[in-house]
T-cell receptor, first 114, second 111 residues
């Protein structure tokens, strides 16, 4: 399967714990985007990364949230000291990064905070 | 910067037609359309780039007006498989980092 791979599909954490969400982009794609989706709502942009660079993190909360896309390995969205309000579906998308190229989405990680 | 979609929800019978609109207060660089079924990933449908452009995908097609501030998605002779939430994503430049999605239009097709 050469599509965007996200894991885990479901993640349960207790308040105060850390959540790590992983995203392997589609083969050949070096541009990764993270979105957050609450039930029955739209996709809210969080961050846009290229290999080893954060290009735009204007949608990321200033505290507790961080993202990286290392030279080797998947992109990671990290949420520290999770709170109930962090419960959501987090989608990763990747693209070729060229003008007018579509974003291809992974199946998402459903994060539940107890 | 987030585009405005309308309507919020549509309920159709099989075979009926629907139109979903996506509007921006600024001229757009491009419009992307996606469909998301419940519990699944959004799936890319099509991109429109040029003012006045129309593009088709099976019985689903879209247009982009001349001023590049509005796009419409047309679903004709709807099928049960068309059910889902449709999102438009709009870019105001070719920087790859400014696409933002509308709130979505939930389409339900009933037998």
């Amino acid at each position: 399967n050469a599509g965007v791979m996200q894991n885990p599909r479901h993640l349960v954490r207790r308040r105060g714990q850390e959540a790590r969400l992983r995203c392997s982009p589609m083969k050949g794609h070096s541009h990764v985007y993270w979105y957050r989706q609450l039930p029955e709502e739209g996709l809210k942009f969080m961050v846009y990364l290229q290999k080893e660079n954060i290009i735009d993190e204007s949608g990321m909360p200033k505290e507790r949230f961080s993202a990286e896309f290392p030279k080797e390995g998947p992109s990671i969205l990290r949420i520290q000291q999770v709170v109930r309000g962090d419960s959501a579906a987090y989608f990763c998308a990747s693209s070729l990064g060229q003008t007018n190229q579509p974003q291809h989405f992974g199946d998402g990680t459903r994060l539940s905070i107890l | 910067q987030q585009p405005v979609q309308s309507p919020q929800a549509v309920i159709l019978r099989e075979g009926e037609d629907a139109v979903i609109n996506c509007s921006s207060s600024k001229a757009l660089y491009s419009v992307h359309w996606y469909r998301q079924k419940h519990g699944e990933a959004p799936v890319f449908l099509m991109i429109l780039l040029k003012g006045g452009e129309q593009k088709g995908h099976d019985k689903i097609s879209a247009s982009f007006n001349e001023k590049k501030q509005q796009s419409s998605l047309y679903l004709t002779a709807s099928q049960l498989s068309y059910s889902g939430t449709y999102f438009c994503g709009t870019e105001i430049s070719d920087n790859n980092n400014d696409m933002r999605f509308g709130a979505g239009t939930r389409l339900t097709v009933k037998p």
